[in-house]
């Protein structure tokens, strides 16, 4: 046998006669949270990103982000949307318990970005989380903190505040899998891009580390993607507009990069799906068939391109991070893009 120090050797015969059988139980469900945040909560910009769309569900008009140390110290969410009442608080942080959905038929039609009501059970199991919030029939702001699990009274304007400390302070594991904290500041700050390129009504404002690093006003669709594409001014002029106006099912707009400035390797491509970035490879074929004509086969141009299509011919219930989404007929969805898009470009000469 190894060395190995008897306590070590009497841990291993004990599991090894429990790996013979053991009885089946429920997890608990902090447990189930847990595993959930496994899945979804990869690094801190995932939180980000679950945090911004649940503050743009709650028809926010104003957000800040905060995040100090790449997010791994801190991450703070700030909106003036709806809020939440103090009795709903800890609702907010149970699992599978959502305002957003009621019935599979509203599943079907589902208009938020939320609806599995597991993101703030999943962040809150791994890390402190403090939920402020002041709805509009609040005299006042309550506070959660998910470590206590006290309602407390708090100041504060309407709308909510979650801030989530420590991110990975009982994971330490999940920690070595994180980069520097520039990097991550800037995975968050992207996923922050990628949420507010699709809703330019919305003012945003991101401070990292003390600094302010974006600050975009309420916009035109057109200026936040100019915005959104950190384009300077003379690549945004050689953008190109486009927009299919509202057809009977679908309508198709965006900026498309001109093919003159591609570069070799794959730049600012922005996907949407009813105001939900998405990476889907339908979507990307179609894309680059539409530049088919127009591109050096191993040049990537930029574009940033919308798709609204009546809820009932997609379902985005197909994936924990909703990246991908499944079409009722992604062929016509194929052809029509890449139709409508080549004829775009072919006159952009
Ligand atoms: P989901 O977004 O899928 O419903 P979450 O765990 O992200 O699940 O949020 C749970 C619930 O908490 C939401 O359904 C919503 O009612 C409420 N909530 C979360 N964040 C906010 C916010 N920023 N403003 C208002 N309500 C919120
Ligand atoms: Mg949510």
Redesign the pocket.
């Known amino acids: 046998h190894p060395v190995g120090s008897p306590n070590k050797d009497l841990i291993m015969s004990e599991q090894a006669s429990e790996a013979a059988r053991r009885s089946i139980l429920p997890l608990p469900d902090v447990l189930i949270s847990q595993i959930a945040a496994g899945e979804v909560i990869e690094r801190p910009a995932s939180v980000v990103k679950?945090?911004l769309?649940?503050?743009l569900?709650?028809a926010?008009r104003h957000i800040e982000l905060r995040i100090e140390d790449g997010g791994m110290q801190r991450i703070v969410?700030s909106?003036d949307?709806?809020?939440?009442p103090p009795d709903?608080l800890a609702?907010?942080?149970?699992?599978h318990?959502?305002?957003?959905?009621r019935s599979l038929e509203e599943l079907e039609q589902v208009h938020?970005?939320?609806?599995?009501?597991?993101?703030?059970?999943?962040?809150a199991s791994v890390a402190r989380t403090i939920?402020r919030?002041r709805?509009t029939q609040d005299e006042h702001a309550w506070s959660l903190d998910s470590t206590t699990g006290e309602i407390e009274p708090a100041s504060g304007a309407k709308?909510?505040r979650?801030e989530v400390i420590d991110l990975y302070a009982a994971t330490p594991a999940r920690r070595k899998f994180l980069k520097s904290a520039a990097t991550e500041a800037g995975h968050s700050i992207e996923e922050l891009r990628r949420v507010a390129i699709a809703h330019p009504e919305v003012s945003f404002r991101v401070q990292s580390e003390q600094r302010v690093v974006l600050a975009w006003p309420s916009q035109t669709w057109q200026q936040r993607v100019r915005s959104g594409m950190g384009a300077d001014a003379d690549h945004a002029d050689s953008l190109i507009a486009f927009d299919s106006g509202d057809t009977a099912v679908l309508r198709l707009y965006g900026l498309l990069g001109h093919p003159e400035r591609a570069k070799s390797r794959s730049d600012k491509q922005y996907f949407y799906v009813n105001g939900r970035f998405v990476r889907d490879r339908l979507l990307q074929a179609a894309m680059r068939q539409a530049y088919r004509d127009v591109l050096h086969h191993d040049l990537q141009a930029s574009w940033c391109v919308f798709l609204n299509i009546a809820p009932e011919l997609v379902d985005v219930n197909v994936h924990p991070s909703k990246f991908e989404v499944r079409f009722r007929d992604p062929q016509a969805v194929f052809r029509f893009i890449a139709l409508q898009l080549a004829d775009v470009l072919k006159g952009s000469g």
Do not use: Q
């Open positions: 679950e945090l769309e649940n503050a569900d709650a926010s969410v909106d949307g709806n809020g939440i709903e609702l907010a942080l149970t699992r318990a959502t305002s957003k959905i938020s970005l939320g609806f599995r009501g597991e993101a703030l059970a999943s962040i939920l919030s709805s709308g909510t979650v």
